[in-house]
C-alpha cells in the first residue's frame, strides 16, 4: 500500500489544480460583445443608401441597428458620425467619435474629436495622461486577464510539483499571488463612464433643482460621470470640480 501513496497524493493535487482551473475559467470576463438582432444584410442596406447618397434614410437605418443592438463596425460608426456632422449635430457626432474611439484607441479619432471641439467651443475633450492609461486598460483588460490566468495555471502546476518532490508544501502558497491579481483584474469595475449634453442645461452644485448653479451650458459638452445619485449624475468638470447634472440631459457614451 505503501508504494502507491505517492501516486494518490499526486492525484489528489492534480484535483485541486483542476478545480482551481475551473474556479478561475468560470470567473473569466464575459466578451461584451453585442448581439447580432438585425440579419447582416440589413447593415448591407443602410451601406447601399450611404453609397446612393440617401444620406437621411442611411442615418436612420443606422440609428435603427444600433438601438437594436446590432454589431457596430467601425465604417458604420465612422459613416454615422460624418452623417451627423452633415446635418450640424455635433453632439451625435461626438458621441459616436468618442464610442469609436473608446473601441480602437485610433489618435486621429480623438484629434478630430479635439478639433470639433474647439471648432465649437465645447469642454471636457482634453485627455491626461491618467485618463489615457485607463481607456488603455479597458481596451487590454481581456489579455491581461488571461495572461495572468495562464501565469495561475502554470504557477499552480509547477509549485505543486515542486513542492510534492521536495516536500516543501510552502511552495503551494506561492499561486495566491497570480490567482489574487487574476480575481482582482476579472472583478474590477474599470469602465471609464462619459456622457455628452444633448440639449442645453444648467450644471448644479448639489443634486437638487434648488441648490446653486454652477453653469449654463449649450449642447456638446462632455463629462465623467462618477456615480449616480437619484434623477441625478455626480459629474467631473473642470478637471476636479465636483457638479450635478440632471441625467435626462446627459447621454451616456457607449
Not at 485610433?106 to 474629436?113: G, H, P, S
Not at 478639433?115 to 485618463?131: I, M, N, V
Not at 460621470?225 to 446627459?250: C, F, M, S
Request: charged residues 20%; proline residues 4%.
Amino acid at each position: 500500500m505503501q508504494r502507491y501513496e505517492p501516486y494518490l497524493t499526486m492525484q489528489k493535487w492534480r484535483l485541486l489544480f483542476l478545480g482551481l482551473f475551473l474556479i478561475l475559467w468560470h470567473i473569466q470576463p464575459k466578451t461584451g460583445l453585442a448581439n447580432n438582432s438585425k440579419p447582416r444584410n440589413s447593415l448591407h442596406q443602410a451601406d447601399s443608401l450611404f453609397s446612393q447618397k440617401k444620406f437621411n434614410q442611411a442615418l436612420h437605418s443606422y440609428e435603427s441597428l444600433r438601438e437594436n443592438g446590432t454589431q457596430e463596425t467601425k465604417r458604420m460608426l465612422f459613416r454615422m458620425a460624418f452623417l451627423y456632422e452633415k446635418q450640424s449635430d455635433i453632439p451625435q457626432a461626438l458621441l459616436v467619435l468618442n464610442s469609436l474611439y473608446n473601441q480602437t484607441g485610433d489618435q486621429a479619432i480623438l484629434e478630430r474629436m479635439t478639433e470639433l471641439a474647439e471648432k465649437h467651443e465645447l469642454q471636457g475633450y482634453d485627455e491626461d495622461l491618467s485618463t489615457s492609461f485607463h481607456r488603455s486598460f479597458i481596451r487590454r483588460k481581456r489579455i491581461i486577464t488571461y495572461t495572468l490566468l495562464g501565469l495561475s495555471i502554470a504557477c499552480c502546476g509547477l509549485f505543486g510539483w515542486l513542492g510534492f518532490q521536495y516536500g516543501r508544501h510552502f511552495l503551494l502558497l506561492i499561486p495566491i499571488l497570480p490567482i489574487g491579481l487574476t480575481a482582482l483584474v476579472i472583478n474590477k469595475e474599470t469602465r471609464l463612464q462619459e456622457g455628452i449634453l444633448l440639449q442645453k442645461t444648467i450644471v448644479m452644485n448639489g443634486p437638487s433643482g434648488a441648490s446653486p448653479m454652477v453653469q449654463s451650458l449649450s449642447a456638446g459638452h462632455r463629462f465623467f460621470i462618477d456615480k449616480e445619485v437619484g434623477p441625478w449624475y455626480q459629474v467631473r468638470w473642470n478637471t476636479d470640480q465636483t457638479a450635478y447634472i440632471r441625467k435626462t440631459h446627459l447621454q451616456t457614451v457607449r
